[in-house]
């Protein structure tokens, strides 16, 4: 897996035709002046962004250890091994918060969809839904779960609550416990994503250090 090189010493690089070096860094207060990225996350950030055609907010990156811990502290969760502190995931979120287009990814995400499949092609493995952001991760082991699809294993989670959880809940449910490899029933009731044309995957491939350049969001 290709690794890509996050300095704050050049955080205007341009890494694809809509982010910047300095949506990928590390937000933890101890973090490092340099620290990679796994070049997936890049890919799949485009992804979005293209497949949606909506400015795109990247959240969380690269954690260090001792700011992971904070977090799962503060939520009541045992500490483990993040995807986060390997660099090998992102969140994100549509910068306008739409909760249609959480719906969307929803729908996508659990009918293996267009877009779904696209970010599986650049090398995606682990997809986690929450109510306002989404979790993607490159990860090759820690499968709790042999969940498979025809790239390989694969990790999905639904972790949405409240009144988002009630969208298709019985649906989510039966798309976290797929995980054991059982292939869960299509939904009978479920709005359709509207139709649009395919929008073929980024043909770009970011440097390991990318000249400055100006990012059209």
Request: glycine share 4%; with cysteine; hydrophobic share 35%.
């Amino acid at each position: 897996m290709k690794y890509i090189l996050i300095s704050a010493a050049n955080l205007g690089a341009q890494l694809s035709p809509h982010f910047k070096a300095s949506e990928f860094y590390s937000t933890s207060p101890d973090r490092p002046k340099e620290h990679e990225i796994a070049e997936p996350l890049v890919l799949a950030a485009e992804i979005l962004r293209t497949h949606f055609n909506k400015p795109w907010r990247i959240t969380s990156t690269y954690r260090t250890e001792a700011h992971e811990r904070r977090i799962l502290k503060a939520a009541g969760v045992p500490y483990f091994t993040s995807q986060h502190t390997k660099k090998k995931a992102f969140d994100s979120q549509p910068a306008d918060l739409s909760a249609e287009t959480m719906k969307a990814i929803w729908l996508d995400f659990t009918t293996e969809g267009e877009l779904y499949q696209k970010l599986r092609a650049v090398g995606i493995t682990a997809f986690g839904i929450y109510n306002t952001f989404i979790h993607l991760d490159c990860r090759d082991d820690e499968f709790k779960a042999k969940r498979r699809d025809k790239w390989g294993l694969v990790a999905r989670w639904d972790s949405r609550t409240g009144a988002a959880r009630k969208v298709g809940n019985s649906w989510g449910a039966a798309w976290v416990s797929s995980q054991a490899g059982t292939t869960p029933p299509k939904p009978t009731s479920s709005p359709k994503p509207a139709t649009k044309a395919p929008v073929a995957p980024p043909s770009f491939t970011p440097a390991r250090r990318a000249s400055a350049a100006t990012c059209s969001r």
